[in-house]
């Protein structure tokens, strides 16, 4: 089955850039995914990426897969105190079958 | 419109009593499914409904867990003989017939 991991914390200053990265073991995943996690609310997808691509972009969001080396990113621009929350990075092999999740990793941006 | 609801919020129970966590997926969505998220952990699966087919249990920690879904509606998680280790936030998750799986805010069960 799958692996993940996840660096357990990342601090970044307000309006630098964060880059939350994830490696796992599995290469037959199709979608690859980032959740955020806020206090004391469920997870909301930021985005996903299919594994037949390398990068995706949306808006301050920016997804990198390196199949090569098995290794997800995701870089968030100009970090906003509002961006502060668990960021759980998730893989799907096929459809409608359970998602595979990282740790999370904990985001703390300082003003 | 309605996003996926969870009952109770939060649910503090003794050791050794059962309890019993709801959840009302998006309405037509075809798959729903229950994680459980330790403190500091990740999302772990425990169980799944797809349509009408079996579920798929194979997460279940033990035979204490157990879960009904009526039809492509309601799901009710069972935790019989609460231990623990069984504190944890329950999450469930609906997902109509694509890759994306909408998640409720989830139950804190907290076991004392």
């Known amino acids: 089955g799958e692996d993940v991991e996840q660096s357990l914390f990342l601090s970044v200053r307000e309006g630098d850039s964060s880059v939350i990265n994830c490696t796992y073991t599995d290469s037959s995943s199709t979608y690859l995914y980032w959740y955020k996690q806020e206090p004391g609310a469920g997870l909301q997808l930021l985005t996903y990426?299919?594994?037949?691509?390398d990068m995706k972009q949306d808006q301050r969001l920016t997804v990198l897969l390196n199949k090569k080396d098995k290794h997800l990113s995701l870089r968030i621009a100009d970090t906003q105190t509002g961006d502060s929350a668990i960021y759980f990075c998730?893989?799907?092999?096929?459809?409608?079958?359970?998602?595979?999740f990282g740790k999370g990793t904990r985001l703390s941006v300082i003003a | 419109g309605a996003g996926v609801s969870q009952s109770p919020s939060n649910k503090v129970t003794e050791k050794g009593k059962d309890v019993e966590l709801r959840c009302d997926p998006i309405?037509?969505?075809?798959?729903l499914y229950w994680y459980r998220q330790r403190l500091g952990q990740g999302l772990e699966f425990l169980i799944y409904?797809?349509?009408?087919?079996?579920?798929?249990k194979s997460g279940l920690p033990s035979d204490r867990f157990s879960a009904e879904r009526t039809g492509e509606s309601v799901s009710t998680l069972t935790i019989q003989r609460t231990q623990q280790e069984d504190s944890a936030v329950y999450l469930c998750?609906?997902?109509?017939?694509?890759?994306?799986?909408?998640f409720g805010p989830g139950t804190r069960l907290t076991v004392l």
């Open positions: 998730a893989f799907l092999v096929s459809g409608n079958t359970p998602l595979v």
């Open positions: 990426i299919f594994s037949n691509m």
């Open positions: 409904f797809q349509g009408n087919s079996a579920p798929d």
């Open positions: 998750a609906s997902s109509p017939p694509s890759y994306e799986q909408f």
């Open positions: 309405s037509g969505h075809t798959a």
